[in-house]
């Protein structure tokens, strides 16, 4: 039996070898077995789920990058007071040890937003973090950054522990299981608002795309997606767009951003499933303003353009549309003609810091990261601001282990999302 296989099959994740055996090891320690064969005879009960939980990342804190939770709290006033008795329904997938939810809660409960106006239901892979989430008792772990005042409003001393009030627990509802399982035909459209922040990063590209079509159908046509930092390009690769939400990370369906961009363009009817009726909410706050394209396939104008565009500064037209045709190669699965292709480009114009960086993503796809990692560092020496390159380092140095590494890239891909939004400006309201 590979048990590789199996837990990957389960869990959706991308697992090394080195994890899995790691995980193996623990596990056969803890039951005092030393023969694989009598642990593989567990599998088939309970013991497969004490596997996945040592394989799973619940590390998470309340308020991790909290301008996501200012960002979707705006999203539900301002639906509120349009259409107040729509329910709001929000998901946090995967919920870790509620840490994210509970976040959510608390803002919308210091906004003054009723708890029969909007709904919160909260998902994890993991039964021991739902558990925990459920329980709503954290340690000084889950509290970090300078802004604590939120735990004086809403949390009690519990020993050297933090209790959650019974106020903001009653808001979120927990479930355990799997968004790869989920049966989203039976909640198509249900929800307004989805957090689904760092799960893609440990996906390899199938089942991030498996896992963002079921998310595109759980989410209603007009809603709002909060993702990592790191998974924008690959949101916006499977029909999402970028919103200007500076720190949020917020994208939207495609074809609902490019509704939005038309002047005096009617809204199509949402086919949600029939809510309760909602309480009044306060006014709105200013909204969010999408992009005419997603960061991913932005076209720069100027030498600080948006990152993960090609640079193309200097390319023959034959050079420019041999990368225009890798590229559509490569979102087709035509690797080995991808790759063609970009070598062409390369002959012609050999600073083409975008051709380098499609070889980057077909030598993953072909699971050769050291050819990959050379193709993206290339790509990053040709055009420091390459925002997709920089998150691809950052997420192969997190997997060789190498926490500095990582840290380092994706701190350099911050600034460049940041600055691109910054020269893109706040934009209209929409």
């Known amino acids: 039996m590979n048990l590789g296989a199996l837990l990957r099959e389960a869990s959706g994740l991308d697992l090394t070898e080195a994890m899995v055996e790691r995980a193996l090891k623990q596990r056969m320690r803890s039951l005092a077995l030393t023969r694989h064969e009598d642990y593989e005879a567990l599998l088939a009960g309970g013991e497969l789920q004490q596997l996945i939980e040592l394989v799973v990342v619940p590390e998470s804190w309340m308020f991790r990058d909290p301008e996501a939770f200012g960002a979707a709290a705006d999203f539900v006033r301002r639906r509120l007071?349009?259409?107040?008795e729509l329910r709001q329904r929000i998901l946090s997938i995967p919920c870790a040890g509620g840490e994210e939810p509970y976040s959510m809660a608390m803002t919308l409960q210091d906004a003054?937003?009723?708890r029969d106006a909007c709904s919160i239901e909260a998902l994890d892979l993991s039964a021991l973090a739902v558990a925990r989430a459920r329980a709503g008792r954290y340690t000084r772990n889950a509290f970090r950054g300078q802004d604590l005042a939120f735990r004086e409003r809403h949390f009690s001393a519990a020993g050297d522990d933090y209790q959650l009030s019974d106020a903001i627990r009653q808001r979120v509802g927990f479930s355990q299981g799997n968004l790869l399982a989920f049966d989203v035909s039976?909640?198509?459209?249900r929800y307004d608002v989805i957090f689904c922040r760092n799960l893609l990063i440990y996906f390899d590209e199938p089942t991030a795309a498996a896992a963002i079509a079921n998310l595109a159908t759980l989410l209603a046509d007009d809603g709002l997606l909060l993702a990592g930092y790191a998974e924008v390009p690959t949101f916006?690769?499977?029909?999402?767009?970028?919103l200007r939400a500076p720190g949020a990370f917020a994208l939207q369906k495609q074809a609902a951003a490019q509704a939005a961009a038309r002047p005096r363009a009617a809204a199509p009817a949402r086919a949600n499933p029939p809510r309760r009726p909602a309480a009044p909410a306060k006014a709105a706050a200013p909204a969010l303003s999408a992009p005419p394209a997603p960061l991913a396939r932005a076209t720069p104008s100027a030498p600080g353009a948006p990152a993960g565009a090609p640079t193309a500064r200097s390319a023959a037209p034959d050079g420019a549309a041999?990368?225009?045709e890798a590229r559509r190669q490569a979102d087709a699965g035509e690797l080995r003609a991808a790759a063609a292709s970009c070598r062409g480009a390369l002959a012609a114009?050999?600073?083409t810091a975008e051709a380098y960086f499609i070889l980057g993503m077909v030598n993953d796809c072909e699971r050769d990261s050291g050819a990959a990692e050379d193709?993206?560092?290339r790509c990053i020496y040709l055009q420091p601001d390459h925002?997709?390159?920089?998150?691809?380092?950052a997420l192969l140095a997190q997997q060789a282990g190498d926490a500095a590494k990582a840290s380092a890239f994706q701190q350099r891909a911050a600034r460049v999302y940041r600055r691109s939004l910054a020269d893109a400006g706040t934009g209209a309201a929409r």
């Open 81 to 84: 007071a349009a259409r107040p």
């Open 112 to 114: 003054g937003v009723a």
């Open 186 to 189: 039976a909640s198509a459209g």
């Open 236 to 242: 916006c690769r499977h029909g999402f767009v970028q």
């Open 322 to 324: 041999l990368l225009a």
């Open 349 to 351: 114009n050999p600073d």
């Open 375 to 377: 193709c993206w560092r």
């Open 387 to 393: 925002y997709e390159a920089l998150c691809h380092l």
